[in-house]
T-cell receptor, first 112, second 113 residues
Framework: DAKTTQPNSMESNEEEPVHLPCNHS???????IHWYRQLPSQGPEYVIH???SNVNNRMASLAIAEDRKSSTLILHRATLRDAAVYYC?????????????FGTGTRLTVIP | DGGITQSPKYLFRKEGQNVTLSCEQN?????MYWYRQDPGQGLRLIYY???????QKGDIAEGYSVSREKKESFPLTVTSAQKNPTAFYLC????????????FGPGTRLTVL
């Protein structure tokens, strides 16, 4: 199964950019890279996803390495409300249900 | 408002009792999922369904059962056979299949006394 590897935790100062890394060295050609985040005692929420090109939306940016073996979620200005656990997951037609797997993610702490 | 609802938010049961957790969505999504989350851990898939009247086991289906009689509803029963049922249970849905973005409900925290 194609799995991802993320640091257990990261810290950031408020209003500074945050770069959350994810390694996925066994990614297949048809797998999309998805990011979700989970605030305490809530369900995860979708953040962003991409296939090959970098992606931007109102929440974040996703930078994907040229070989697609790693990606980085970028929060341009961290706020206290961004403190959450961030999950990097692979999704694809071939990946299927075998990889409906959320690891422990990266716990982001934002320091005021 | 479109979304996924789970009820109740907190649930207490005595050991040995079966309990059913509700999950409803009005997003017109075909696929629905149940996950379990233990403290400080990630999410583990219990069951998923990609179409009405059909569902598949996930990684930790033992001690759980589901039904999918309606598109909008995917209830999860935690049976007495589940050895350690106390956990946070999350329901999700996606438009079609497992490759799509998932939308999660607020979760039900089950405590078995």
């Amino acid at each position: 199964d194609a799995k991802t590897t993320q640091p257990n935790s990261m810290e950031s100062n408020e209003e500074e950019p945050v770069h959350l890394p994810c390694n996925h060295s066994t990614i297949s050609g048809t797998d999309y890279i998805h990011w979700y985040r989970q605030l305490p005692s809530q369900g995860p929420e979708y953040v962003i996803h991409g296939l090959t090109s970098n992606v931007n939306n109102r929440m974040a940016s996703l930078a994907i390495a040229e070989d697609r073996k790693s990606s980085t979620l970028i929060l341009h200005r961290a706020t206290l409300r961004d403190a959450a656990v961030y999950y990097c997951i692979l999704r694809g037609y071939q990946t299927g249900a075998n990889n409906l797997f959320f690891g422990t993610g990266t716990r982001l702490t934002v320091i005021p | 408002d479109g979304g996924i609802t789970q009820s109740p938010k907190y649930l207490f049961r005595k050991e040995g009792q079966n309990v059913t957790l509700s999950c409803e969505q009005n997003l017109n999504h075909d696929a629905m999922y149940w996950y379990r989350q233990d403290p400080g851990q990630g999410l583990r898939l219990i069951y998923y369904s990609q179409i009405v009247n059909d569902f598949q086991k996930g990684d930790i289906a033992e001690g759980y059962s589901v039904s999918r009689e309606k598109k909008e509803s995917f209830p999860l029963t935690v049976t007495s056979a589940q050895k350690n049922p106390t956990a946070f249970y999350l329901c999700a849905s996606s438009i079609k299949g497992t490759e799509d973005t998932q939308y999660f409900g607020p979760g039900t925290r089950l405590t078995v006394l």
